[in-house]
């Protein structure tokens, strides 16, 4: 559980009737806190952990006061700095046992961290989305390299996974994978797309300059992957089992749902686009819950936040292979026309840059072309100098 999650794991603490509920259920208490936690599916985590502590640690009443709670934490610390690492361990186990009853809320954060695990995404090595050809990276870090333009990766239960429906690529034995989850990395360069079948049904399309890391088979309370670049993903529905999407400057709590969700290291700006169903999006110490329709943007810069109402067309049209614009400038539309089809598009000027554009560009035909529609419908022209395409104005 992420510390900035604590506020409402606090407040289940220091609930009396919560501690009640799980101590000594009443028909009132059940019915009141079971519709609490049906209507509040985000806090599901937060209440596991809280029940957990309360029936573990034989909760009474709600924590007492900071004072004493400091003074436990030294006395903690102090049995820590015990030479003898086996009576070190044991008298950690007693003392922290005995602080989480008497101080509760804040030091119960330090003891649940340290008994979740997490997906070690950072343990994998981050391989540039360069070259030509969809890579999938195996957990012993050998690379299969992928010629098709739009691959698709379909993985079981257990982890067996299939590559555009024939070939099937040997992963770690199952008995290997349900001691931990085994992570693979699929690595998309510019001009490539791809779709990936995730072994709970999850279906993720990746788009052009991406990567997503992912175990090939979830087998923790929590499904998690990590995302750097663009992907649309349609989450298979399970609301006792958590689905969350980590980037480097955002992170999704999911139930089922369909989103966008937008990550390149060379932009200035992390967004999520919700299409249908309903997430939660936390960037830094805030936490936001999305609705249908709408975009949150994050600062990679500032950390700071603004959500609004979109039409979700214009952001999740690339994955079925069109690119719709409404007043969007020039510049956006050549970076992202680059990426596409891995190819190196500029504008001239700050001008042509910032001249808008709205109407619907076919992403399956070739590039030539979409510049062709884009010359029509804007005083832009295209020239090819020096591998770079050059937009500029007609007049």
Known sequence: MRPDLDK????????QSFIDWINTPSPELDKYWNTFVKENPFFNDEIEHAKYIVKRLNIKNP????????????HVQSELDTPSTKVRTVRWWVAAASFLVLAGVGSVLFFLNSQSS??????????????????????DNSEKIIGSKSPSFDYSSHGKVVVDSKLEIQQEEKSKIEEEEILNQIVVPYGKRSTLILSDGTEVTINSGSRVIYPVA????????????????SVSHNPDWPFYVETDHLEVRVLGTGFNIKSYKNEAQTSVVLVQGSVQAIAGSGKVLMKESELLSVSNQTGETKIEKVNIIEHISWKDGWLNCNNESIGSIATKLSRYYNVN????????????????LDLKTDVAKVLDVMSFIAPVKYEITDGKIILSTKY
């Open 8 to 15: 409402e794991f606090q407040e289940l603490l220091s609930n």
């Open 218 to 233: 979830f087998n923790k309370k929590k499904r998690e992957i990590y995302i750097e670049g663009e992907a649309y993903l």
């Open 63 to 74: 924590p007492i006061d900071e004072s004493l709670r400091h003074e436990m934490w030294r």
């Open 345 to 360: 598009i500029q504008t001239k000027s700050e001008e042509v840059g910032n001249m808008e554009i709205t109407g619907k």
């Open 118 to 139: 997490h997906p070690d995404f950072d343990s994998v090595a981050k391989i540039d989305p360069s070259g030509n050809e969809v890579k999938l990276i195996l957990s």
